[in-house]
Nanobody
């Protein structure tokens, strides 16, 4: 079994920055793509960004140019650097990753950008 734990969420003013981290633990034999999703109150979970094992990245249009995803496989960790945060970025952010051929999700971390 693999567990993912997020950290780095919090409350910032609009225009501010936060860096989310998500670290996996457990018996890990292989690591595939990793990514971030988010869910705002009353809305469905939506895609934010992904990064493949080869380092290729993909972003939602709403965060392009402001968010950067990266990974450190030696630490089993994926990061999301969020700059120029907007009130509409407020949501619970969930990390995900393919470990040992299965998808796993973190428990979520709250990000609030106040206007």
């Amino acid at each position: 079994q693999v567990q993912l734990v997020e950290s780095g969420g919090g409350l910032v003013q609009a225009g501010g920055s936060l860096r989310l981290s998500c670290t996996a633990s457990g018996s890990i034999f292989s690591i595939g793509a990793m990514g971030w999703y988010r869910q705002a109150p009353g809305k469905q979970r939506e895609f934010v960004a992904t990064i493949t094992s080869g380092g290729s990245t993909n972003y939602a249009d709403s965060v392009k140019g402001r968010f950067t995803i990266s990974r450190d496989d030696a630490k089993y960790t994926v990061y999301l650097q969020m700059n120029s945060l907007k009130p509409e970025d407020t949501a619970v952010y969930y990390c995900m990753g393919y470990y040992n051929g299965r998808i796993y999700w973190g428990q979520g971390t709250q990000v609030t950008a106040s206007s």
